[in-house]
């Protein structure tokens, strides 16, 4: 990644973590019904729910 120097072994995985460098303001469609924190992906959603909640 060149904003952050991490490595991956796959493309896409490099493209997925790419929107983790977003600005603030980009779109995020997956809201936690709990605390209304917005997530780019609903999987990292589901993991949050998870692991806080």
Same mark, same amino acid.
């Given at each position: 990644?060149p904003?952050?120097?991490? *490595?991956?072994?796959?493309?896409?995985?490099?493209?997925?973590?790419? *929107? *983790?460098? @977003?600005?603030?303001?980009?779109?995020?469609?997956?809201?936690?019904?709990?605390?209304?924190?917005?997530?780019?992906?609903?999987?990292? @959603?589901?993991?949050?729910?998870r692991?806080?909640?």
């Amino acid at each position: 990644c060149p904003s952050c120097s991490r *490595t991956f072994s796959r493309g896409e995985h490099l493209d997925r973590h790419l *929107t *983790t460098h @977003l600005p603030s303001n980009t779109s995020k469609t997956f809201i936690c019904p709990s605390c209304s924190k917005g997530f780019t992906r609903k999987d990292v @959603l589901t993991r949050h729910v998870r692991a806080v909640h």
